[in-house]
């Protein structure tokens, strides 16, 4: 069987555009079931200013791993989408990804905003990286999840598991 280790970072607003019910992130049922096909190609890690609280609530509505972290963003970090600055998360997404061990073999980072600056970072790493980059205003499609399947499929073989964080 062919493993690996990948890590899915997700941003939620603007990728899962979700609804607030309840003090709760609700998906439109085909937006959930494209995330629970992401969590089958790799372990997903919350990439968002959403709270702890709400990620850990759609973690569980969406039947994720009890695993499932998080980055942790400083809470005044808002990104303007229309402006050309900087990527406002890749410097702790950066250095998130810098602790982990044992490394990942791969990283797909999938957000609404990213800039030149992450294009440039995500080329410059060691470790196969590929940015998707959905509409905001459509949020992540089909077409982007099988994108996501096509990278992995297309990583060398290892035997390390896919999702290790989801392993008994």
Known sequence: MITRTVLILLDVDGVLNPRVVNQRLKLDPPRAELIRQLAELGS???ATTWSPTHTFHLTKDL???AETEGIAFPR????DPSAPAPTAKLYWV???LARQD???EAVIWIDDILRQDAVDWASAQTRPTLLVQPDRN???TEAQV???RLFIGSLKPTDTPTNPRSEP
Do not use: F, N, Q, T
């Open 146 to 148: 099988e994108d996501a």
């Open 76 to 79: 005044k970090l808002h990104a």
């Open 138 to 140: 459509k949020g992540l």
């Open 63 to 65: 039947g994720l791993s």
């Open 94 to 96: 950066d250095r998130w």
């Open 44 to 46: 997903i890690v919350w």
């Open 102 to 104: 044992p490394e990942p």
